[in-house]
């Protein structure tokens, strides 16, 4: 039992001292390795340091969620497209839920079909309560109602003769003159007969035919023959629609468009043959010349 004792506070101060690094620089600008000596052991650490830098020096392993930075402002902005050669919808589990039409409840009884519909023996023979018959009674008139009076009416003087109207009612009783167009002059207004025409209208006008010529221009223009009306919502489709079978070329149209043709090869760092040739204009040249004050010389 003691050499098992012993044999394990060795190990446990071995394991302690194990986890010492001490440097000590010296007059050469090196470092002293020390070694610390146990009765019955001898650790030097030298070992221990090396393991200790070789872990230290290992670089740091990056998330698996790390993206990288974009180099600069012109950078792309999406990746290119990964396509298997079908036309495949990226959406979330949350967004095909909410695309999802709403189940109608298991209670919901829709609208008749017709305002018309057969009624029960029993509605027809059922009995009314007195509250219903309560309820279904209109309501009163107020006993002190009185109708809207007609905006002719007779006013009532007693036994008194109605009084004579003033100068202004007899003014304001007058109808409202009608205007019409001056003969004379086409700027200004004469006031007419109300049953005159604003525009008048010479007496030739009255008897005047039209010529053959404008009876015809003002003849409406027929529908042409092959004209259809238009069609309605819902209509029948035809058996030879139905049976007939779509051409090649309307099968390649309604095929979408394979992933394997999308041209996705962007490179914002491409500089074409024609700007590597080009020569400014002597414009530009003399625009992209600084100020003479602004202008500096470097010092030595």
Not at 124 to 138: F, G, Q, T
Not at 169 to 183: D, E, F, N, T
Not at 212 to 217: A, F, I, K, N, Q
Request: some cysteine.
């Amino acid at each position: 039992m003691k050499e098992k004792r012993d044999k394990k506070m060795r190990l446990k101060m071995k394991a302690n001292y194990l986890k010492l690094i001490i440097w000590t620089p010296s007059l050469s600008t090196t470092c002293q390795q020390l070694c610390i000596r146990i009765p019955n052991m001898s650790v030097s650490l030298s070992e221990v340091s090396e393991g200790r830098i070789e872990y230290l020096a290992k670089p740091k392993s990056l998330p698996s969620s790390y993206t990288e930075d974009r180099r600069s402002v012109y950078w792309i902005d999406r990746r290119p497209i990964e396509s298997n050669g079908k036309t495949e919808f990226a959406t979330t589990p949350r967004l095909d839920d909410l695309s999802k039409p709403r189940n109608v409840d298991e209670y919901y009884q829709g609208d008749r079909p017709t305002p018309m519909w057969p009624v029960s023996k029993s509605a027809r023979n059922a009995a009314v309560s007195e509250r219903i018959s309560e309820l279904a009674r209109y309501r009163p008139v107020h006993p002190e109602f009185q109708p809207e009076r007609s905006p002719l009416y007779m006013p009532s003087f007693g036994s008194r003769s109605p009084p004579p109207p003033n100068s202004r009612i007899y003014i304001l009783a007058q109808p409202k003159p009608h205007k019409v167009w001056s003969r004379v002059d086409e700027n200004f207004v004469d006031e007419g007969e109300f049953s005159a025409s604003i525009w008048p209208v010479e007496p030739k006008v009255y008897t005047s035919s039209c010529p053959p010529r404008v009876e015809s221009l003002a003849t409406a223009k027929d529908l042409p023959r092959q004209y259809k009306g238009e069609r309605p919502v819902q209509w029948l489709v035809s058996d030879n629609a139905k049976n007939s079978t779509a051409s090649l070329r309307l099968q390649q149209l309604a095929r979408p468009r394979s992933g394997r043709l999308t041209k996705d090869d962007y490179d914002p760092y491409k500089v074409t043959p024609s700007a590597r040739t080009a020569r400014p204009t002597p414009r530009i040249l003399e625009l992209c010349t600084p100020l003479p004050r602004k202008i500096r010389q470097k010092k030595p």
